[in-house]
Nanobody, 122 residues
Framework: QVQLVESGGGLVQAGGSLRLSCAASERTFSSRAMGWFRQAPGKEREFVAG???????SYADSVKGRFTISRDNAKNTVYLQMNSLKPEDTAVYYC????????????????WGQGTQVTVSS
């Protein structure tokens, strides 16, 4: 059983920055691709960013150039650096560990954190 715990959410003004962290409970973290997703009220959960075991990354078009995903395997932690935040980035952000399949798809992930709220004011 992998436990994921997110932190770093909060309230920020448009144009500001936040860094989210996701700590994993087990050493097999380094053998899994990791993803960040978000869900706004009344909307479906959507892919934000993903990082493979090789370190290669992928981003949703809406965050490309503003967000950066990274991982520290020694600390079993994945990060999401969010810059130039916009009100439309407001959502609950979730990290997840991929079992198999596409990096972009919710159903590829079998472990999820509890989520952390990010609110961007205009």
């Amino acid at each position: 059983q992998v436990q994921l715990v997110e932190s770093g959410g909060g309230l920020v003004q448009a144009g500001g920055s936040l860094r989210l962290s996701c700590a994993a409970s087990e050493r097999t973290f380094s053998s899994r691709a990791m993803g960040w997703f978000r869900q706004a009220p009344g909307k479906e959960r959507e892919f934000v960013a993903g990082i493979r075991t090789s370190g290669s990354t992928s981003y949703a078009d809406s965050v490309k150039g503003r967000f950066t995903i990274s991982r520290d395997n020694a600390k079993n932690t994945v990060y999401l650096q969010m810059n130039s935040l916009k009100p439309e980035d407001t959502a609950v952000y979730y990290c997840a560990a991929r079992l198999s399949g596409s990096l972009y798809t919710v159903t590829s992930y079998d472990y999820w954190g509890q989520g952390t709220q990010v609110t961007v004011s205009s």
